[in-house]
Structure formats: structure tokens, C-alpha cells
């Protein structure tokens, strides 16, 4: 049973730049959520999408933008990179949103390093 | 805004201490709490957690966590520390049930000296 996969597991662009990473939920999740992890940090809460739709965001610009597709999997799109947006960016699956799941346990992937220069 | 404060940046014990880690957090309303550990070159994966009931709750390998309503915290404890423990530990909480966001605080660094 494959857990959550993320791609690319590192990468590097420069400033001004865009990047789309992707996610692959666990096997039966449908809910997939995105946290960006500075380093020395803990995870912050990019948004969450069920249904194809973005159900919660945090507070992040416009510039980060994503995706869900029928097979559930996601995209997170970030447009015009700054330094500060160097960090991990980490996947989660779950299964429902708020409410339809009851054991609140968020599957996280491994990642994806993301270096502005 | 939600915020978890996790004071112990880095700790160091040997095998066999005991061990307890903090954890404070602001919302003053219902939460769910969570304790979540990253071994090195891992994932992160769910400890413990906590929405209701026992304050006391216990997680996997061996360690467990009280919940502190009037102290805002919830302290994660571990009798007797092993090598492999050895991890970056996430306490996080929710304030509604189920998969709303986490708040995460900034993580403690735990090295267990064989």
C-alpha cells in the first residue's frame, strides 16, 4: 500500500521563477493538504483541497496556487519564487474533511526541497 | 490565531532517562492535540493524539502524553528512552474535529546519547 508520494524530491530555481510540485495521496484518501516547513521551523498550512476545490487556505499570497484531479492527487503552483519561499514542502492525505473522518491522523509524504537562488 | 509554543529547541539525553517535552498552546476553546515524530530521513508520522475523553493518551513505542485543560498544554513523556528515539518531535493542534489544519509549532530536536 503506497503511502503519500511527492515529486520532485529536490529541486532548484531562481528568483522570479515558477515551480509545480506534486502529490500522489495515500491509497483510499481523497483529501490532500500542503505545509511549507522553513527550515528550523515547524509546518505551516499552505491550503487544503476535497472535491477538487480548495476547502481552507492559510495565510500564503495568491501566489501559491493549487490543484486537485479527479484521481485526487495535487499540485501546489508557485508563481513569481522569492528567496523566503525556500523550504520542504510537505503533502498530506486524509480521508474527508473536517467532520467525515474519524481518526484525525494526517499521512504526511517526504517532501520536496525547493531552493530559490 | 492559534499558535503552539514548544520551548525545549534541543534536547540531549542519555539511553535509559526519562524524558518530557512541552507543549503550550494558545486556543482557549476545544482543541485536538497532536504529538507527531520525523526520524531522520523519514516522514512525518503520527505519535499520539488527543480529541476527547482519558487526558492521559498513550502512542506508539512506548510514549504517552497528558492533556492540561487549565494549563493550556499537553506534555509528551516517555519513561525510558531509547537510541532510536532519536527524532524531531511536532506538537500540533486543531480546533475542530477531524482534518481542519494544523498548527504546528517549531519542533524539539531530540538525540539520545547511546
Known amino acids: 500500500d503506497a503511502g503519500v508520494t511527492q515529486s520532485p524530491t529536490h529541486l532548484i530555481k531562481t528568483r522570479g521563477q515558477q515551480v509545480t510540485l506534486r502529490c500522489s495521496p495515500k491509497?483510499?484518501?481523497?483529501?490532500v493538504s500542503w505545509y511549507q516547513q522553513a527550515l528550523g521551523q515547524g509546518p505551516q498550512f499552505i491550503f487544503q483541497y476535497y472535491e477538487e476545490e480548495e476547502r481552507q487556505r492559510g495565510n500564503f499570497p495568491d501566489r501559491f496556487s493549487g490543484h486537485q484531479f479527479p484521481n485526487y492527487s495535487s499540485e501546489l503552483n508557485v508563481n513569481a519564487l522569492l528567496l523566503g519561499d525556500s523550504a520542504l514542502y510537505l503533502c498530506?492525505?486524509?480521508?474527508?474533511?473536517?467532520?467525515?473522518?474519524?481518526?484525525?491522523?494526517?499521512?504526511f509524504g517526504e517532501g520536496s526541497r525547493l531552493t530559490v537562488l | 490565531a492559534q499558535s503552539v509554543s514548544q520551548h525545549n529547541h534541543h534536547v540531549i539525553l542519555s539511553e535509559a532517562a526519562s524524558l518530557e517535552l512541552g507543549c503550550n498552546y494558545s486556543?482557549?476553546?476545544?482543541?485536538?492535540l497532536f504529538w507527531y515524530v520525523q526520524y531522520p530521513g523519514q516522514h512525518l508520522q503520527l505519535l499520539l493524539k488527543y480529541f476527547s475523553g482519558d487526558p492521559l493518551v498513550k502512542g506508539i513505542k512506548g510514549f504517552e502524553a497528558e492533556f492540561i485543560k487549565s494549563k493550556f498544554s499537553f506534555n509528551l513523556r516517555k519513561p525510558s528512552v531509547q537510541w532510536s528515539d532519536t527524532a524531531e518531535y511536532f506538537c500540533a493542534v486543531t480546533y475542530n474535529f477531524g482534518n481542519e489544519k494544523l498548527t504546528f509549532g517549531t519542533g524539539t530536536r531530540l538525540t539520545i546519547i547511546p
Open positions: 491509497s483510499g484518501h481523497d483529501t
Open positions: 498530506a492525505s486524509s480521508s474527508g474533511p473536517s467532520g467525515r473522518s474519524n481518526t484525525g491522523e494526517l499521512f
Open positions: 486556543y482557549g476553546g476545544t482543541v485536538n
